[in-house]
């Protein structure tokens, strides 16, 4: 029974943020208001179904899990648009583009009230379901706090890397190889710091659980995964590493 509650929850989870996307694109004006609802309903998706998927891990394990990882990457690359449920992704824009930084706080803000509200909500569900048992909040964080942090930021650092090389060519099937990309790279990451890649996921998942200390999650996942973000700007801007990223996609396309 288990298995056909969190296939509904993620399911219902994903049409009824796909209804209010498309009525919040809609209905409003505003563009700073609609940015910020957009952001809370990206991240309440992403959380929440995020919090599911753990049970997917326990009943089937981590290859099965992974699917569907990668399939709900693909989702939001095309149902997101221009949302990005991401601080990092919201500070690049602020480096590169010269965004308001009032509008960069107030969509983080809304990126994890959105991410709280989701993970809660649906703890409660599980609450309910006396077939399974709800585990206590613990870390995913298994090795020290200096290694997750090099782990969360090298690996943030890799995968944005990696998405502006396939945004500047566009190669076909870009969104399915990003997609196996960063699912690659948190299966790598999974066992030794979670392989979150993003603040605002971890802090509607992990925040206050057993484990670590919240400064210590502030570090790894917070800390780290910014200044990954951080560095893959800085590393685009080298002429040899954004050569050497483009080279291969280059390279085919000159020899079809």
């Not at 399939?71 to 990005?84: D, F």
């Not at 107030?106 to 609450?127: D, E």
């Amino acid at each position: 029974m288990s298995i056909v509650v969190t296939t509904l929850t993620i399911a219902t989870q994903l049409w009824m943020s796909h209804i209010v996307r498309d009525f919040l694109s809609g209905k409003v004006g505003n563009q700073l208001l609609k940015g910020c609802l957009l952001e809370l309903v990206a991240c309440a998706e992403m959380c929440g179904v995020s919090y599911e998927l753990a049970f997917v891990n326990r009943l089937f394990g981590i290859w099965a899990w992974s699917l569907c990882v990668f399939l709900l990457i693909l989702w939001r690359e095309r149902s997101w648009g221009a949302t990005t449920a991401c601080p990092y992704m919201l500070l690049e824009q602020y480096v590169e583009a010269g965004a308001n930084p009032l509008h960069v706080f107030l969509k983080i803000l809304a990126q994890i009230t959105g991410a709280v509200i989701s993970c809660r909500w649906v703890k409660r569900l599980w609450a309910m379901e006396e077939e399974m048992q709800v585990p206590e909040c613990s870390t995913d964080l298994q090795v020290p706090v200096v290694i997750g942090f090099l782990i969360e930021a090298v690996l943030t650092c890799v995968s944005r890397l990696c998405s502006r090389t396939l945004g500047e060519l566009r190669p076909k099937y870009a969104s399915v190889i990003d997609s196996l990309f960063t699912t690659a790279l948190v299966i790598l990451a999974f066992d030794y710091s979670g392989g979150y890649f993003n603040p605002v996921l971890a802090t509607g998942l992990k925040w206050n659980c057993q484990g670590h200390t919240n400064t210590e999650y502030i570090v790894v996942y917070w800390a780290g995964s910014i200044l990954g973000a951080m560095l893959s700007l800085r590393l685009w801007t080298v002429p040899y590493v954004r050569a050497t990223l483009l080279a291969p996609f280059q390279t085919k396309s000159k020899s079809q």
